[in-house]
């Protein structure tokens, strides 16, 4: 009952923002949609902000879902890249103004800068420092720019390769070889997206 309960709230909470947008919506609101209390609600998710990094969370899960099903190619740096290349482009194609909203809400960026920061330890199994945690925050604040001026739209495929690559500057202890990695990557990423093209994703 209590994941039924969640997954209710998560939905009614993205379908009252496609109708009313993001900032319009209310916990209240959200609460007589599921047809429960606000203190039920809050027992869940204790603050609006919580119910979208939740959004955030199952797309990334789907992310690695398509990557767990192509087997052992994709795995080490090159599987991390296609993950983060297939991530934004279903955040960027299909809920980019849910996803600005999460860039503008400080404490879900910092929350974000964690997810990612352990997606790269989850691929590349290294033992992150101060100078790893510094590239992921490059990297995503890189992705944060060019998606607020709407760059990524237009052109996505240059952008994510300076994003991805954005990792690296800041990097001390870059992998030999992250160059070809980024490149197998990219191929990845780009066939993964090429299969949400065909069946656009629903993340439920």
């Known amino acids: 009952m209590t994941k039924n ?8 909470s993205v379908r009252l923002w496609a109708e ?9 609101d959200i609460a007589a949609a599921c047809n429960i209390g606000t203190g039920n609600l809050t027992y869940y998710f204790p603050k609006k902000d919580d119910i979208l990094m939740y959004y955030h969370d199952k797309v990334m899960d789907y992310a690695e879902g398509l990557i767990a099903e192509m087997g052992d190619e994709l795995n080490g740096l090159s599987g991390y890249f296609a993950v983060e290349y297939m991530f934004m482009y279903y955040i960027v194609f299909f809920v980019n103004e849910l996803y600005k909203q999460v860039i ?10 964690a997810q990612h920061h352990k997606l790269y330890r989850q691929f590349t199994g290294k033992d992150l420092d101060r100078s790893d945690w510094a590239a992921t925050v490059a990297m995503c604040n890189m992705e944060y720019g060019l998606t607020d001026v709407d760059l990524l739209e237009g052109e996505f ?17 870059k992998p030999s070889g992250w160059k070809a990695e980024l490149e197998k990557g990219m191929t990845l990423g780009r066939e993964l997206v090429t299969e949400i093209r065909k069946s656009p994703p629903v993340i439920s």
Do not use: H, Q, W
């Open 20 to 28: 009313k947008g993001y900032e319009n919506v209310s916990m209240r």
């Open 104 to 113: 503008n809400v400080p404490a879900l960026r910092r929350r974000y800068y």
């Open 157 to 173: 495929d240059t952008c994510m390769e300076k994003i991805l690559e954005t990792r690296f500057i800041m990097d001390k202890r």
């Open 5 to 12: 309960l969640r997954e209710t709230i998560f939905r009614e």
